[in-house]
């Protein structure tokens, strides 16, 4: 109880502040959409430029911690796909873009969020070198099964999915961020004291303002309908990842700061940045909307089994 009352509850009480605010017209859905933007666009790329360019490149990538993280990624992902398709006959369009709701785990805003509430500022390095590929990762996997999807519904060659897929990825402020950190990491470039002071100012409104914005955000998507889709999506993302993780990191005896991040990434409910995908395909909207707010809805409960349950 102590876990959810002091790790958990703040940073979803921010989220229902954001959530209120929407609710009661205290700020208009055009300024959200603004403060999320802003967000989305700035001050998170700037959190993964900063932390990539200070990340211990050698010490925190691990391939266990890689492996255990992104083979429960990847399950959930044709979980979804494959729930959609066969049990809940989906047609496969709508069906990758469930499965990119069970994919991308709120990594960021969730992530590092309740891992350093828990753990300390110290503990993100794990969380951070999981973060550096999940964007290219679930971007990169779900934009070429909705491109290979969608030529083999036009009966179109294949040769394009590779430019489409390159294309969409470097438009994501969130890769060129994590690029340009990698990039400064190992050219081994720095920044002027101004710059660099500037930084961690952008950097410290980061999290909070996101936590604050998705809260306005996530108050537009009812849960309505698919009810028993939105609830797989739930299982999956909250349940099946995790759980995947966990076995494999067992399997793998990471060391429990390593093995604490990549679970509790891992349990984190859907992102808003599943509702972006389907809105950007025109696909399976209502079942991704209402599966991110029902997820982070229940999450607050199933973090804190999983913390209760981690070394």
């Known amino acids: 109880m102590q876990a959810l009352i002091e790790i958990i509850l703040p940073v979803f009480v921010l989220v229902g502040f954001g959530y209120a605010v929407a609710w009661r017209g205290i ?31 050698e010490g925190s990538f691990s391939i ?86 969608r030529a083999r519904a036009a009966r179109q060659p294949n040769r394009n999915v590779p430019r489409l897929v390159l294309k969409a990825m470097f438009r994501n402020a969130l890769v060129i961020g994590i690029v340009l950190g990698a990039l400064f990491n190992l050219a081994g470039l720095s920044l002027a004291a101004p710059l660099s002071d500037a930084l961690d100012m952008m950097v410290r ?3 909070p303002t996101a936590l604050f914005a998705m809260g306005g955000v996530l108050f537009r998507y009812r849960p309505e309908g698919d009810m028993r889709v939105i609830l797989f999506v739930c299982a999956v993302s909250l349940v099946l990842h995790p759980a995947i993780t966990w076995s494999l990191g067992s399997a793998f005896a990471l060391e429990d700061g390593a093995f604490r991040s990549a679970v509790l990434t891992a349990a984190m409910a859907p992102g808003i940045n599943s509702y972006v ?35």
């Open 277 to 311: 995908f389907a809105d950007m395909y025109g696909r399976a909207r209502r079942v991704a909307a209402s599966s991110v707010l029902l997820a982070h809805a229940l999450c607050v409960v199933t973090v804190w089994l999983w913390l209760a349950a981690l070394p």
């Open 27 to 57: 700020l208009s859905a055009g300024t959200v959409d603004g403060l999320m933007m802003f967000t989305q666009k700035i001050a998170i790329p700037c959190l993964l430029f900063h932390a990539i360019w200070t990340l211990d490149f």
């Open 64 to 149: 266990p911690l890689l492996m255990s993280f992104y083979s429960g990624s990847l399950t959930g992902f044709f979980a979804g796909l494959l729930g959609a398709r066969f049990l809940f006959g989906r047609d496969w369009e709508d069906s990758v873009a469930i499965g990119f709701c069970c994919l991308f785990a709120n990594s960021v805003l969730l992530g590092l969020a309740i891992t350093e509430r828990a753990y300390g500022a110290d503990a993100l390095d794990a969380n951070f070198a999981i973060v550096a590929l999940h964007s290219p990762f679930c971007y990169g996997l779900g934009i070429t099964a909705m491109e290979i999807v």
């Open 205 to 207: 409104t980061a999290l």
